[in-house]
Each structure stands twice: as C-alpha cells, then as structure tokens.
C-alpha cells in the first residue's frame, strides 16, 4: 500500500511537471524607442499592464521639473520633511520631520537612493499634500498621452490601483529629455555624497553599456525589476523599457540586448501613437516569481536591491560594445550585467538650505494656500490617511514610527526661522533606515550655548541658609535681585 502511494504521488507530479514544462514561459514588456523621432524599434507587450515600482520618481520629477518651469517653485526652495514623508518605507534617507532640503538636492537623491520619503516631501512641496500631486500626475499623463496610467503616490510604493505600461513609460522618458534637456544630468549621476556616505546608483548600465545615458531603474516584489534605460550612440538616442525582470542583472542584460539591437535596427515598427490602448487594467503580481526565494524578512515594499549575484540563467546574447575601441569585441549578457561596479565621483547633496536662500518654504499646506504657509504639524501628524485599497502603501509604512512627541518637536523647530545653512548637514542627520522603521530613533534637542550668561556661585546660596528666621516673625521682603547685565544676543536676519 505504502509503495503504491507513492507511485501515485510520484505519477502526479510528474503529471504536474509535464503540464509546467508545456507552459510557455511568461514573457516581460518592453519597448525601444528613438528619442528623437519618437519611432518604436521593437516591442514586446508594450500596452500590457504593469506595476510601475520607483518608476514612479519619473513622473514625479516631471511634475516637479514643470512646477518649477512655471515659477511655482524654484530648484533652490527648501521642501520640509512632514511626519507622513518620515513614514515611508524604505529606500529613504531618513530625515527628521521638519528637516529641509532644496529640490535640487532632493531630486538628486530621489533619482540616485530612490528615496521614498523624499519623494513625499517633493509632493507635498510643489502641490501641498501626496493626494493633490497625484491628481498634477495624473493631469500630466494625460497630456502627454499616457493612456494606461494611473497615479496615487509620488513613490511607487505598492498600491493595486497604481499601474503604468512599457509604451506609457517611453512617452515620459522622451518628454523628460525632450521638454527639459536642460535637467538631463539627473538621469545620469552614478553616485551621490551625503556627508561621509556615498550612495552608489540603481542603474546597472550606467558605466557598463558604452553610451547608456540614463534613467531610473524600480522594484517590488510584485512589480520585479523594472527599467527606464537611454543610450546613446552618435547622434542618436534611444530609450529601452524592460519590466518584470526576475533579477537585477537580469533587468541589465535585458535592456543592454535591447539597446543595442535598437541601435542596429533600421527604420520602424511603428510610432507610440499607433501602440495606444483603451485605458489601465489591473497588472499582475509578480511576488511569487520574483520574490519566493528572498525569505521571511523581505517586506513586499521594498525597493531598489540591486542584487547581480542572482543567476540570470545560462542562455546569452552577444552584445557588441559600442564604442570605437572597441566596435567589434561582444560579450555576453550574463557577463555584462555582472560586470563591476564602476566609479563615480559623487555628486555632493546635504540637507538644509541653499546658502543665502532668503524665500519661503514648501511644506504640507492646506488645499490652495501658498507655498511658506505654516502648518500645525502636531495637528497634521494625527490627520487621518486617505482611504485605499488593502494593498495602500500608508497601511504598510509603519503608522507608529513617528510619535507626536516627534511632531511637537517639529513644530518648535518650524516655528523659528531656521538661519541658512551653507555647510553640508552632519552624518549624525541621518535615521538608519530600521531605526526609523521601528520608531527607536528619537530628534535629538539642539544644545544652544548662551552667550555671556550670568554664573550663579553657591557661596550667596549658603549664606542664605547660614541665616535662621526667628520663629513667629514676619519674613522681611526679599530684596529684588541686582539686575546682570547680559551680552545682547546676535540676532540672526534673514536678508
């Protein structure tokens, strides 16, 4: 009985591993367009729908960078950190609320770290609140005729309502390059500096693909490693979108391949306008391909693990190098994704103001009030989240990590007019990732040293008590204490 039971069991799975093997495997999105021209070169799903991850950070910097182009807000204007942005789950750089840092800096470290709560202060900074930029995003995708995209959050954090398309994603890669060329470089930093920290980019092209130029690189488990790539070679520029790839490396050697069979592509598969769909759909949730084998401690939010030790498997293309020293050498995708790590000179970032900023502040307002409106943030802090789906990045984003003493804390700090700071923050400015995840790491109260201040000696204090009072009489007025004249306190003006 026992061997028969388990001739069955065997003959069943080896019926279900017949039926798996006959399954075709899932193929992933993706797209090549030329920049210029706006032609698409190859395409595989490209209007399929799909979960964008930190691909988000490009729309948020698009709507950040046409704030700016209409003088609603300027690269120098200091956003402040609210206790939501505090909140996010990582990738963050951890601020304390009421921290500042200037857009220009925080959109480096938005395309750089990927930073989530970052991203949050963005929002809030140029439209007051995450749900009010959500609402610029989703007026800017239509604009630029991104049909399949719908936007509830400037990070990319999982939320089943927040869904784009590879063809979507080309569209807002060419209008970024397209409509700010003067703002390219962002797309291209290989690493930034923060203090003594140096953060190394997402981007596994970026040093190893001769001519790749950019963008932005996402993950979650149930988006996989998402990719908006440019290359360029000559005078042309491309743009490759790989989605759902099952690793890192995977993701590079992917849109490597694409980039350079675009690059020998002659004329077109047809433009964008003729890919467009009826509208979003729900995308599929990658988390058991992509993240069964990550173990327990990995919170299907996270983002941004660049992990190219993960096996790409055995098959390979060989990829010609682009460059003129090199026209003819090819190697493999596996090897050119696991390629090292290249250097970079850091770009400098630091939290605080731009030296001699004297504007307002942007910060979490109410709906239709100015930039450098005050907020009561112990108020804003117990403010109820919006409403969302179960899958709502504010329910997953540790509710407890900012407490209201934390709040209240903020709200003195904003309430004085912080002096410019024309120095790079300390290294002690930053939260380690966990300990702002747990709620552990408490702000620190700035230790202020007065100037000239009076030095009160114990000898007048034992003397007082050396002198007893008889008992039954009246105890004789105190004398006003003598005035001690103090050094005036510099006053600090913002000019």
């Not at 204007?77 to 840092?101: H, N, Q, W």
């Not at 200037?102 to 990927?114: D, R």
């Not at 609402?135 to 005729?145: C, F, I, P, V, W």
Request: aromatic share 4%; hydrophobic share 45%; with cysteine.
């Amino acid at each position: 009985m026992t061997t028969m039971k388990k001739l069955t069991r065997l003959g069943a799975f080896a019926a279900l591993l017949a039926t798996t093997l006959a399954l075709p495997a899932q193929a992933t999105p993706s797209l090549v367009i030329d920049v210029a021209s706006g032609a698409v070169l190859s395409q595989d799903q490209p209007t399929a729908s799909w979960y964008p991850a930190s691909l988000t950070k490009l729309m948020t910097a698009y709507v950040a960078l046409d704030a700016v182009r209409a003088g609603r807000i300027t690269m120098d204007t200091p956003l402040m950190m609210s206790p939501r942005a505090a909140r996010m789950a990582p990738s963050k750089m951890g601020f304390r609320p009421g921290s500042e840092v200037t857009l220009q800096n925080a959109l480096i470290m938005l395309m750089v770290k990927s930073a989530n709560d970052i991203a949050v202060a963005i929002a809030e900074g140029v439209s007051g609140s995450v749900e009010a930029f959500a609402d610029e995003m989703n007026r800017a995708s239509q604009k630029l005729g991104m049909t399949q995209s719908v936007w509830v959050n400037p990070n990319g954090l999982p939320d089943t309502r927040q869904v784009t398309s590879a063809r979507d994603l080309a569209l807002l890669g060419r209008a970024l390059y397209v409509q700010f060329p003067e703002y390219a470089n962002l797309w291209n930093i290989g690493a930034m500096q923060f203090g003594r920290q140096i953060h190394p980019t997402h981007n596994g092209l970026l040093g190893r693909y001769p001519g790749a130029d950019g963008m932005k690189t996402g993950f979650t488990c149930p988006a996989g490693f998402n990719v908006v790539a440019s290359a360029s070679h000559g005078n042309q520029r491309l743009i490759a979108v790989v989605l759902g790839a099952p690793s890192a490396a995977a993701r590079t050697a992917k849109a490597a391949a694409l980039l350079d069979r675009g690059f020998q592509t002659a004329g077109s598969a047809g433009s964008l306008g003729s890919l467009a769909a009826a509208g979003p759909a729900p995308a599929p949730d990658m988390r058991d391909s992509v993240c069964r084998n990550r173990g327990p401690a990995t919170a299907e939010f996270m983002s941004e693990v660049e992990d190219v030790s993960i096996p790409i498997g055995s098959a390979s293309t060989g990829i010609p190098l682009l460059d003129s020293a090199a026209a003819q050498q090819r190697i493999s995708a596996k090897d050119l994704a696991r390629l090292p790590r290249p250097h970079y000179d850091p770009v400098p970032v630091y939290a605080g103001r731009a030296p001699g900023y004297v504007g307002p502040v942007a910060r979490a307002r109410a709906p239709g009030a100015p930039i450098g409106e005050q907020t009561d943030y112990s108020a804003y802090a117990n403010a109820p989240e919006p409403a969302g789906g179960e899958a709502s990045p504010i329910s997953r984003a540790a509710p407890d990590a900012v407490s209201m003493r934390q709040a209240k804390r903020a709200a003195k700090r904003a309430a004085k007019r912080i002096a410019p700071v024309a120095t790079p923050a300390p290294v002690d400015n930053i939260i380690e990732d966990d300990k702002a995840a747990s709620g552990d790491e408490k702000p620190e109260k700035p230790k202020a040293k007065s100037a000239a201040k009076p030095v009160v000696k114990a000898a007048p204090k034992a003397a007082s008590k050396a002198v007893s009072k008889p008992r039954g009489e009246k105890a004789a007025a105190k004398p006003a204490p003598a005035k001690t004249q103090t050094a005036a306190k510099p006053q600090v003006k913002i000019q």
